[in-house]
């Protein structure tokens, strides 16, 4: 694959006109909101690359920080905080003053899609701005997909086989980077509201995934 100028889409990113659509409606209806596509946040020299699956409508999409203002992203930086990847306070704000501590935050699809689903066109018009962000890390070791569209995405940027390493919530893969690098891609289930509300995805089980990504960076 080869390498984009860019790892961060232009705010105002014209590529999937059913997600500019989309765009244009929130602007209309909160034109005070961020509407746009989403950058990464968090440390550039990061060791961990954690990828969401797209911005939601009244988080991210309406603060422009990723998994920022919504139920996700309170249980996402509250462990965050608990396993030493931040500094400050996570008061669900872009300006409350957060730092990312060996991490970065983004997601494999930089937009808001209706209903929280993106196509697959719009996944894979989002891999080259993943390949990116991936290439600049320059001492990233590690990825952690929050969800099976993260982790797919992930693989494909990777170029592996989704065979080769299925998505199963605690999992670790060894995986080659095109770069030559070898990351320690994990997963876990999506830490969203539905998930939670339903048991499928419990703290200590998030917890459990941060431990492991914690200990192989230790």
């Not at 990233?140 to 099976?148: A, E, F, N, P, Q």
């Not at 992930?154 to 592996?160: D, E, I, S, Y």
Request: with cysteine; hydrophobic share 35%.
């Amino acid at each position: 694959m080869t390498q984009t100028a860019t790892a961060e889409p232009e705010a105002s990113c014209a590529l999937c006109p059913r997600l500019v659509a989309y765009r244009e409606e929130n602007t209309a209806k909160e034109p005070s909101w961020f509407n746009g596509a989403v950058p990464s946040f968090g440390d550039p020299n990061a060791r961990l690359l954690i990828v969401g699956l797209a911005p939601g409508v009244t988080g991210a999409n309406r603060t422009g920080r990723p998994f920022t203002g919504d139920y996700a992203g309170d249980l996402l930086y509250e462990t965050i905080a608990d396993f030493g990847f931040s500094a400050g306070d996570y008061a669900a704000r872009p300006d409350d003053g957060l730092t990312l501590k060996d991490a970065m935050i983004t997601n494999a699809v930089r937009c808001v899609p209706p209903e929280n689903k993106p196509t697959t066109a719009e996944i894979r018009a989002c891999q080259p701005f993943l390949h990116a962000r991936i290439e600049r890390l320059s001492a990233l070791t590690s990825i952690l997909c929050l969800g099976k569209i993260a982790h797919d995405s992930v693989l494909r940027t990777l170029g592996c086989k989704l065979s080769a390493a299925p998505f199963a919530h605690q999992a670790r893969h060894e995986l080659p980077a095109p770069d030559g690098r070898t990351l320690d891609v994990f997963d876990s289930y999506h830490c969203s509201r539905y998930n939670t509300n339903t048991g499928r995805l419990t703290r200590d089980m998030f917890r459990s995934v941060f431990r492991d990504i914690r200990a192989s960076l230790d």
